[in-house]
């Protein structure tokens, strides 16, 4: 079935399913079209500043409040792995999840990888990946703590979220803010990706700078769901995510009952084949930066909570340069995932669904393989294509799991890959 969408990040949006079920002239009539329960949701406090302020207004069936009491959910123990003490500046890299041979909904399939800052300082991320074939069917999900970037790898997903519908294959990202209520099932068979959860400010679009008006992520492809409710009375969960623990509660009805909303704060989704991908037309290979589709700003101006950065098809053209990424340290940590294809600094070990992760300062950059084919390498224009990587690099340390380092996905040959590399000094020249 194909769902219809509105574009444009950040826009005010109205959509109504039924006629005339958002009321005109006002948020809060005393008496509502179709005897619907109005209900704001606010994503930043009511004083922000108005270029920031997030709020949506909802019409439904039944508020939100209408649930049970509240008791402590058995997450599964991947799900919130603690944080592995003390944290080795060493190079790390993951292979992908397996399927599950059990059914296995998405949130039971969540694996935390890494985590920096705290959901409780509204500061830094946490870090996932998943393998799920089942459909969460009466449960719903939402997270007071942060907002939820879905990366779908392999198998398309659809995410039922109070505002609307969302389906998005591998080449999409989702994004869904705090406190929406959702659940997330495969379309098809399975499918297997990566999360983020954003403790920090609300993803947006860069600044663009000397680039202009035009480029990287054009604010109209993003897209937002329109009104679609579910008149289900019945026996449903919500999982609400607080502090880093999970809670349960019963709800008397399905709760993607939203007959209309209208506001600026709801979920959205992204193809990142329509990246408008900025490149080098003369020499070296630029700063990562420029690949920048969202971030989270930190309170150190320039400095980013959480970037989410892409690697997409694009042409090589730099002339006496060394194309595929630089060796460097940075102060930055870098998340790394594959989606499709090969990632142009790596050759064998990571594949698509692996991860890696080279926290601050620690050395990384091209395998051994790959710095002696771009070092001979004919600097004829390439198209790099079949390709789409992907990078969440923070200003904060990510500090791996328990389940990371022993969970039985870390690769224990990583540090291989750099071992054939060996000094090209010629000595000095004498004349």
Known sequence: MAHAY??????????????????????SPQRPAYGLYPEQLSGSSFTAPRE??????????????????????????????????????????????????????????????????SAASREGASLYVFACNAAMQDRFFQSADGEWLIIPQEGALALETEFGLLEIAPGFIAVIPRGIRFQINPIAAQSRGYACENWGLPLRLPELGPIGSNGLANPRDFEYPTAAF??????????????????????????????????????????????????????????PSIFTVLTSPSNQTGTANLDFVIFPDRWMVAEDSFRPPWFHRNVMSEFMGLIEGRYDAKGEGFSPGCSSLHNCMTAHGPDAQTVALASEAELLPHKQTGTLAFMLESSRVFQPSDFALHGGLLQPDYLACWQNLQSRFHGLERT
């Open 6 to 27: 509105m574009g444009g990040f950040g826009n005010q949006f109205a959509t109504e399913a039924l006629t005339g079920a958002l009321p005109q002239g006002r948020n």
């Open 52 to 117: 920031s302020n997030l709020r949506s207004w909802m019409y439904r069936l039944l508020p939100s409040v209408r649930h049970g009491a509240y008791r402590p959910w058995d997450a599964p123990p991947a799900l919130g792995s603690p944080v592995h003490w003390p944290v080795s500046p060493q190079q790390a890299r993951w292979d992908a999840p397996p399927m599950p041979q059990a059914p296995c909904h998405w949130l039971a399939s969540l694996k935390r990888m890494a985590l920096n800052g």
């Open 230 to 287: 579910v008149d289900l009375p019945g026996n449903f969960q919500l999982i609400t995510k607080l502090l880093d623990a999970y809670w349960i509660c019963d709800l008397p009805a399905h709760p993607c009952n939203v007959v209309a909303w209208h506001g600026n704060y709801a979920p959205y989704r992204y193809d990142l084949r329509r990246f408008n991908t900025i490149n080098t037309v003369s020499f070296d290979h630029p700063d």
